[in-house]
T-cell receptor, first 111, second 115 residues
Framework: GEDVEQSLFLSVREGDSSVINCTYTDSSSTYLYWYKQEPGAGLQLLTYIFSNMDMKQDQRLTVLLNKKDKHLSLRIADTQTGDSAIYFCAEIYNQGGKLIFGQGTELSVKP | NAGVMQNPRHLVRRRGQEARLRCSPMKGHSHVYWYRQLPEEGLKFMVYLQKENIIDESGMPKERFSAEFPKEGPSILRIQQVVRGDSAAYFC?????????????FGPGTRLTVL
């Protein structure tokens, strides 16, 4: 089936770490993605991870993948107010090109 | 290298009119995807096109919606006889190669409002 689940809201204080979680269903997904959407804007690709990897780090971003549990997380270190946005995880469905998105997690960073 | 271009950015239509949304992929990209984002929801896949071919239209509503990606010019998403429920943000994405391992880059979206 096609289903990606995310929690809807996360609130953190500036300087703390944020962890956004995602579960997916398609075990054949080859790539999993994190996108960021600011109000009124399009989607900005943040990072992605290949399914044979457990972890990927890119500056303040760390992606963890637990393929057994079909669980993906995005950790943002030293979260800033500019990180406030909606974060979407997405999987490639059945290697067929289309992305299946979660509902998005709204991250609110308080000073 | 310009990103994915979409126009118009905002479109207002009255019920029963037609809406045409345009998408120019990134240079060198020959694959285009359309997604719809309803208010307070995530993005839902609509259609995947290559030049002159529809590859996957499993997310397209059966009626009133059509898409094309001609040999020359932008991809067009066409909505005939719009209804209020069509109000949404429509995003286009492009990628360079065929299979799903290729990252999709998104345009800024067209926000359609149906009065």
């Amino acid at each position: 089936g096609e289903d990606v689940e995310q929690s809807l809201f996360l609130s953190v204080r500036e300087g703390d770490s944020s962890v956004i979680n995602c579960t997916y269903t398609d075990s054949s997904s080859t790539y999993l993605y994190w996108y960021k959407q600011e109000p009124g804007a399009g989607l900005q690709l943040l990072t992605y991870i290949f399914s044979n990897m457990d972890m990927k780090q890119d500056q303040r971003l760390t992606v963890l993948l637990n393929k057994k549990d079909k669980h993906l997380s995005l950790r943002i270190a030293d979260t800033q107010t500019g990180d406030s946005a909606i974060y979407f995880c997405a999987e490639i469905y059945n290697q067929g090109g289309k992305l299946i998105f979660g509902q998005g997690t709204e991250l609110s960073v308080k000073p | 290298n310009a990103g994915v271009m979409q126009n118009p950015r905002h479109l207002v239509r009255r019920r029963g009119q037609e809406a045409r949304l345009r998408c120019s992929p990134m240079k060198g990209h020959s694959h285009v995807y359309w997604y719809r984002q309803l208010p307070e929801e995530g993005l839902k896949f609509m259609v995947y096109l290559q030049k002159e071919n529809i590859i996957d239209e499993s997310g397209m509503p059966k009626e009133r919606f059509s898409a094309e990606f001609p040999k020359e010019g932008p991809s067009i998403l066409r909505i005939q006889q719009v209804v209020r429920g069509d109000s949404a943000a429509y995003f286009c994405a492009s990628s360079p190669l065929t299979r799903g391992t290729d990252t999709q880059y998104f345009g800024p979206g067209t926000r359609l409002t149906v009065l």
